[in-house]
């Protein structure tokens, strides 16, 4: 039995990872998620996800071992979870009436095996009056998020468009991680 490893303490990823029907366990990496915030925001995702993976594949080379990291990118600006709840309002003030892009990278590894991708999506949000974003903040949803928001929570009334894939803002882009396990030979 191939063993499926999450190493993710989101629960959010763990939940969209169900939808595959394979049993996985969770081990969390403790991976430095410090990187040069001038590389290009495919390379930041990608590279913070293969060093989650790694962390945890290094004492389980057996396993198909999954990692990923999601950031926000608006005006060229890489937002990540906010510091505090003045960093979310001057994020979601931001983020306003506009469109910004949500990077996801994703990486398996299996022993000497690698597949790493990145998934972009565009989201537009309705123009917020500032009464609306400070209700949204004591909601206490936006803290542990990139960008300061969830689409799949009360942030879904935030959102005017989206195109892409809605998983892979949410943290995972599930149908593109099942093809990639499919080609590297797990039994799906
Ligand atoms: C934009 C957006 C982000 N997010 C979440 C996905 C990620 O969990 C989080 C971005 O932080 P990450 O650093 O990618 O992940 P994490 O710290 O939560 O988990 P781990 O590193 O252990 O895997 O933001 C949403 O849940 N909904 C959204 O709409």
Redo the contacts with the bound molecule.
Sequence with gaps: MARLIL????P??QEILKSLRASFEII??NAD?SVNCNMPPEEIVMT?AER?AQTVAKENHDAFVI??????VYNDRIL??PADRDDAKQMLMMLSGNTHA?FTGTCILHGNDKEIFYEKTEVSFWELAEAEIDRYIRTGEPL????S????GY?AILVKSIHGDFYS???LPVAKLYRALKKMGYPT
């Excluded at 190493?7 to 989101?10: E, F, K, P, V, Y």
């Excluded at 990692?67 to 926000?72: E, F, L, P, R």
């Excluded at 542990?144 to 960008?147: S, T, V």
Aim: overall charge positive.
């Design positions: 190493a993710s303490s989101s959010r990823r969390t990496s998620e913070l989650k990692g990923a990291d999601t950031i926000v990540g979870k949500v542990d998020k990139a960008g928001y969830g689409i799949q942030g803002v949410v943290g």
